[in-house]
């Protein structure tokens, strides 16, 4: 439009204003600007359909994760995510390995602590231990039972520098550089394949 005007007869000057407050042109524009604002016939500006499908995308996203954020605090899922963002724990290529690292992510196992609550087993603790609850964290943490199979997780998990041996770090790889996050589910799900405890979970 610079380029074009001075060749239909007009002059072009540019001018940094400080302010636009008490400007007369500025007030002029403003008062204009108000009065298009209010006219009815309006015709919008086509928006293309890539960019309206990204907008839509993008506010439904913003508000799953606000309801969903404010769900998980109530729930066990809470401490291994905390948004619809994608996770590398979404599939398995069983579905076997599927339905028991959900149930042990949000805490509905079949395991003797959560069986005891709803009133489906006589006593919470281990058939182990005898004298421990069965919780998840027991089974995949501590119970003496699996102690050489978490020696060998514990081990290849050393070997790609994760340190870290808790509940989030296993069923969520939280905290794992996102490389590795696959590999160490991959080892927890070989850890509950040898265990053989898939069909308590």
Avoid at 32 to 43: F, P, Q, R, W
Avoid at 48 to 71: E, G, Q, V
Wanted: with cysteine.
């Amino acid at each position: 439009m610079l380029l074009q005007l001075p060749t239909m007869g007009w002059g072009v000057t540019l001018q940094w204003v400080p302010s636009h407050s008490g400007i007369r042109g500025n007030e002029v524009a403003d008062a204009a600007a108000k009065m298009g604002l209010s006219e009815v016939n309006i015709t919008p500006l086509p928006l293309p359909l890539s960019t309206a499908k990204r907008i839509i995308s993008r506010k439904c996203h913003s508000t799953w994760d606000t309801s969903l954020n404010t769900a998980l605090l109530t729930t066990s899922l809470g401490q291994y995510r905390c948004n619809s963002s994608p996770q590398p724990w979404m599939r398995q290529q069983s579905r076997v390995l599927d339905v028991a690292l959900t149930r042990l992510r949000l805490g509905h196992t079949r395991l003797t602590a959560h069986l005891h609550r709803l009133h489906l087993s006589p006593d919470p603790y281990c058939p182990w231990c005898r004298t421990v609850p069965e919780t998840i964290e027991h089974f995949l943490l501590h119970c003496p039972r699996f102690h050489s199979h978490r020696v060998v997780l514990r081990s290849r998990l050393l070997a790609l520098d994760v340190a870290t041996f808790d509940l989030p770090t296993l069923l969520a790889a939280a905290g794992v550089h996102p490389s590795w996050q696959t590999t160490v589910i991959r080892l927890t799900c070989a850890f509950l394949r040898k265990t053989d405890q898939l069909s308590c979970l």
